[in-house]
């Protein structure tokens, strides 16, 4: 998930609880800090993840809240992250967790140095050993009743790995987990997992067991011992031939003072034919401390944390100080039922009566004016002179893509900026308009003035009265599926379609200009070609 949030929003609830500030955001859902308040000055601090609203309305994606929702209710286990309630207020989907102070994995293997002399390794096992035990708890649940009801977790990589600063590791986000009896038919055409941590039986999709998650974690394992990504490669076709084909190297290739058996560990967790593998993530852990006891014992719990405190301290501050803001901020009502109810869009004319964060709209169109005549006014249009004739053409005539070009008889400097969608253009004779796809524009045409707009689908254009209006029918639409690791905003043309992984978008049929941007910032640039009435399936993008 991407970085905290410091804008606190105490008079944003869902039910009954209050939410302070957003803690991430990832393709499904955003966290964020909250609060519920009971009886007596009670008050707890929580994390609650949110559904993505874009998500909200994908009956797929809610199945797999729900799915993660029902699962993790059943688990209680100090190395899983406790899960407390499922809600849903106004359509809206939410679970409330444990809040946890710390680092994921991932920070923590980023922040952990590399000894010489393998003693880094004590960290790494001993925070490791503890995860294992959190999958094998899940691999081994059992209901009320006694009756065996395993769940695979099918989605273990270091985003959802998490280390505390008291010390505790604990497995996140049973999202795309499966309880191995459960009668209920997996859905195709939803991405369930990481595909740079998954086994070949998982990419062949083929029945699944606990040593699906042997594999994810032996992997995650050799990527924080090496500090190297064992699969990643630029394209997922080629990641299908490293996990299925090429050779796996064995740690010590890339740090040779480790001993040998340490090698064996990671041949056996990583082997292709899943009956050669550990049977269980607790024997992989015995066999992980065997082998590396050469170097140190492991770190207890306290040690542990001192570690994350020490290696992560400015992570962890930073984290602090932002989250102190929240909770030291006004309560604001602590009446659930006279606080004011989220309403987050869940269909088409929906509106929030008050978002969780402030709501960045892509501008979709820039306006370029080169004539003191042409003027780009911010609200509504002047009264509109007598005798204006305009035409209008409206359709899918070019591709999304172009800023909207406002071009006037004469010359002259172009004002810095440009007009936001749905701003109003007056034009004076002679000019000649392009619009963007998606722009809400109204045209006003000075008398004798010849215009043409020339507009995508998805368009709004209101003219004067008395205008002659020609329209085109729009181009037949294709559809984009694209993933992304980590998850990415995606802009086509220049448009924002919404945060990875996006399953079957509506896009326009033609050559289109992809950009990608994670939430650090990094982007990436292509283009892609959609045919009519077909899904464009491009994967997930190489960073």
């Not at 273990?156 to 010390?167: E, K």
């Not at 594999?215 to 011992?225: D, H, K, N, R, Y």
Request: with cysteine; hydrophobic share 45%.
């Amino acid at each position: 998930m991407s970085a905290l949030s410091s804008r606190p929003d105490h008079a944003v609830r869902l039910g009954r609880y209050q939410l302070l500030t957003e803690l991430g955001r990832g393709g499904m859902a955003e966290l964020h800090l909250g609060r519920v308040h009971g009886a007596g000055g009670f008050a707890k601090v929580v994390a609650i993840k949110r559904i993505h609203p874009h998500h909200g309305r994908d009956a797929r994606f809610v199945e797999m809240f729900l799915n993660e929702g029902r699962i993790a209710a059943q688990l209680a286990h100090p190395n899983v992250c406790q899960v407390h309630d499922l809600g849903e207020v106004d359509g809206e989907l939410f679970l409330v967790m444990e809040y946890l102070e710390g680092v994921s994995w991932e920070e923590a293997m980023a922040a952990l140095p590399r000894a010489g002399d393998g003693s880094d390794l004590r960290f790494i096992v001993g925070a490791f050993a503890q995860l294992c035990e959190g999958l094998h708890y899940a691999h081994t649940l059992r209901a009320p009743d006694g009756r065996a009801t395993p769940v695979i977790h099918r989605d273990v990589s270091p985003q959802n790995l998490f280390v505390t600063t008291a010390g505790v590791a604990k497995v996140l986000d049973f999202g795309v987990s499966k309880v191995l009896t459960e009668d209920r038919v997996t859905r195709s055409g939803v991405v369930k997992g990481k595909l740079t941590y998954m086994p070949p039986e998982q990419l062949a999709d083929q029945p699944l067991d606990a040593r699906v998650d042997v594999f994810a974690a032996g992997t995650v394992l050799w990527e924080a011992i090496t500090r190297a990504r064992l699969f990643k490669r630029e394209t997922d076709y080629l990641v299908w031939k490293a996990i299925t084909e090429e050779p796996i190297p064995p740690p010590s290739a890339h740090r040779p003072e480790l001993p040998p058996a340490l090698d064996a560990v990671l041949a056996r967790a990583l082997a292709r034919d899943r009956d050669a593998r550990f049977p269980s993530t607790i024997e992989l852990a015995r066999a992980l401390r065997a082998a590396t006891v050469g170097l140190g014992p492991p770190l207890d719990q306290a040690e542990l944390g001192e570690a994350v405190r020490r290696h992560c301290a400015t992570t962890l501050a930073t984290r602090a100080a932002q989250v102190s803001v929240a909770l030291t901020e006004p309560d604001g009502d602590p009446d659930p039922d006279a606080a004011a109810t989220i309403r987050m869009p869940t269909g088409p004319g929906t509106e929030a009566t008050k978002p969780s964060r402030p709501r960045v709209v892509a501008p979709t169109a820039s306006v370029a004016l080169r004539d003191a005549s042409v003027a780009s006014a911010p609200s509504a249009l002047p009264p509109p002179r007598r005798g204006v004739t305009a035409l209008v053409i409206v359709g899918a005539l070019i591709a999304a893509g172009g800023a909207v070009a406002v071009a006037a008889r004469g010359c002259g400097g172009a004002p810095p900026g440009g007009a936001a969608p749905g701003a109003a253009a007056v034009v004076d004779a002679g000019a000649a308009v392009a619009v963007d796809a998606g722009a809400a524009v109204a045209v006003a045409v000075d008398a004798g003035a010849a215009v043409a707009a020339v507009v995508d689908a998805g368009a709004a254009v209101a003219v004067d009265a008395g205008a002659a209006v020609a329209v085109v029918a729009p181009r037949p639409a294709g559809s984009l599926t694209i993933d992304s690791d980590p998850y990415a905003t995606i802009y086509l043309d220049g448009r924002r379609l919404g945060d990875t992984p996006l399953f079957r978008q509506p896009v326009p049929a033609g050559r289109h200009r992809v950009r990608a941007v994670r939430a650090d910032g990094a982007a990436r640039t292509f283009t892609i070609s959609v045919a009519p009435a077909k899904e464009l399936s491009y994967g997930q993008i190489a960073w």
